[in-house]
């Protein structure tokens, strides 16, 4: 399996379905397996940056969806796993938790714990 090596979170600060609900999540993953998260807020410099990253990989249109979530493979492959629900911020949680709990997540966990244990 190829390894998770970041995730990269595009969002808005002002936005719920954002902070705290997906990007906090997003961190603790990053942290837990001890790879970087990248945030891009669509309102700052980076806002560039982070409709490339959607336009190329994610949920595109001129107005798109936000929170929107990446995972960057080993070898530098791009996948998106996430876009916020609009129906309102009680989904767009139930989404990142169904997220967390997949099976993919949970063997990324199991990787990175195995990997920290001590040979022998």
């Excluded at 609009?86 to 195995?114: F, I, K």
């Amino acid at each position: 399996m190829t390894r998770l090596s970041a995730i990269h979170v595009v969002y808005a600060k002002w936005c719920p379905h954002c902070v705290p609900t997906t990007v906090e999540p997003m961190q603790r993953l990053a942290a837990e397996l001890g790879i970087p998260c990248t945030l891009y807020d669509i309102d700052s410099d980076v806002g560039k940056a982070a409709d490339e990253l959607v336009r190329r990989y994610g949920d595109w249109s001129e107005d798109y969806t936000i929170p929107q979530v990446f995972f960057e493979m080993e070898g530098g492959s791009m996948e998106h796993v996430l876009t916020g629900d609009p129906r309102g911020t009680r989904y767009t949680r139930q989404a990142v938790e169904a997220l967390l709990d997949s099976e993919p997540v949970r063997s990324m966990r199991r990787q990175g714990r195995a990997a920290s244990k001590p040979a022998g």
